[in-house]
Structures are given as C-alpha cells and as structure tokens.
C-alpha cells in the first residue's frame, strides 16, 4: 500500500537558518503531495501542494519540488522565524485512496 | 466561508456518559472526514462520509457512531468511552472523494478527555 516517510525530529533550529525536512513516498500510479503544517493545541492546515511530476509547491516562504524520480517531496525555507515552530506533515493523495500521512516533524526554532 | 468549525472545542466526559461532536462546513464540500490524532502522532482516519452516505469505517469500535444529517453537518456520537480514547478530534472536508488535487481542510478539533 501507500506510504510516506518523513525524517525524526525534533529539528531544532535558530532563527533565520535554513529548513529541509525530508519526505520520501512509496505509492502506485500519480499521487498529488501535500504539506500540512499543525501549531501546538489547533487542527491541520494545509501548507502546499503539487499534484503531477515537478511541480513547486510554495506558500509562506515554504517550498517542495515533486520529485517522481527519487519519490521525494521535502520542504524546505529559507530563513525560518520563531512562530514557524509547528509539527509538520508530509501526505500523499492517491485516487480512489485516503490521504496518508507521514509520521510528522516537530520543528522548535530558537530566537 | 473556507473554514471547518467544530465544537465543542474541549470535552471531559465520564465512561458513562453520551455525548456528541459537532464539525460544520459552508464550501459545498460532498467528502466529510473523521480522524483520531493521539500525541505525537499523525491523525488516523475513523470514518469517511461521500455524499451523506458512509463509505469507509476503518474498523472502528461502536462506541464511536457517525451522522451525517446532511451536506454541511457532520456528528460524532460517543458512548460509553474508555480513558484510551482520550485524543484530539479531527474533522475534515474536501471538495469530492477522488479530487486528488485540492486536499483537505481541517478543522480545529475537539480535545477530548476521558476520565
């Protein structure tokens, strides 16, 4: 079946470094990819998506290349900030299928 | 309106009591989702309704029974609820059950609380 693995965390980082966190998928067909973000006490939001083969998701300085060649989708930014700390979720869409998630990333940013 | 909005946002109820789960939503959503998310955890899907009608219920104990009264309304009964139960109630919606593309929008949650 459908899979999706993400790295462990915590990751924990000062502000304004770089982010990636991995993401890498197991599935048939065409799944869409998808980013969700969850702040400490509130539900999921969805952070990007990208439905085909090298497509970028973006959105809140955050970004993801659809890789089908490697079955990657990590998320990465550039300069993080203090209110990025969240858990993150990468999930796969696969037709006719739910959506699977990974196991999620905390992420702590320092000042 | 693009929310998902549930209530009651935080919920304490004995292994006796009845009580019910609210999640509401205004997009012309036709796939409404339960899920259970335990600490640390990613949410596990509990129910899937398509079109008012259940379509999957992913071997979940009785105690917990779905509603759907209509296209923007859907209910989580509970009864009779062990302390294990104890998580935070995931609702969500997406615009069909095969769009592939528009992913799902969840709402805040329930935190529920067993004692």
């Known amino acids: 079946g459908d899979s999706v693995t993400q790295m462990e965390g915590p990751v924990t980082l000062s502000e304004e470094a770089f982010l990636t966190i991995n993401c890498t998928y197991t599935?048939?067909?065409?799944?869409?990819l998808f980013w969700y973000v969850q702040y400490p006490g509130e539900g999921l939001q969805l952070l990007l998506k990208a439905t085909k083969a090298d497509d970028k998701g973006s959105n809140k300085g955050f970004e993801a290349t659809y890789r089908k060649e490697t079955t990657s989708f990590h998320l990465e930014k550039g300069s993080v900030q203090v209110s990025d700390s969240a858990v993150y979720f990468c999930a796969l869409y696969n037709a006719g299928n739910m959506l699977t998630f990974g196991g999620g990333t905390r992420l702590m940013v320092k000042p | 309106d693009t929310e998902v909005t549930q209530t009651p946002k935080h919920l304490v109820m004995g292994m006796t009591n009845k009580k019910s789960l609210k999640c509401e939503q205004h997009m012309g959503h036709r796939a409404m989702y339960w899920y259970k998310q335990k600490a640390k955890k990613p949410p596990e899907l509990m129910f899937v309704?398509?079109?008012?009608?259940?379509?999957i219920n992913e071997s979940v104990p009785s105690r917990f029974s779905p509603e759907c009264p209509n296209s923007s309304l859907l209910n989580l009964h509970l009864h009779a609820l062990q302390p294990e139960d104890s998580a935070l109630y995931l609702c969500?919606?997406?615009?069909?059950?095969?769009?592939?593309?528009?992913?799902?929008?969840f709402g805040s949650g329930t935190r529920l609380t067993v004692v």
């Open positions: 309704y398509s079109y008012e009608k259940l379509s």
């Open positions: 599935a048939t067909g065409y799944p869409s």
């Open positions: 969500a919606s997406s615009q069909n059950p095969r769009d592939r593309g528009g992913g799902y929008t």
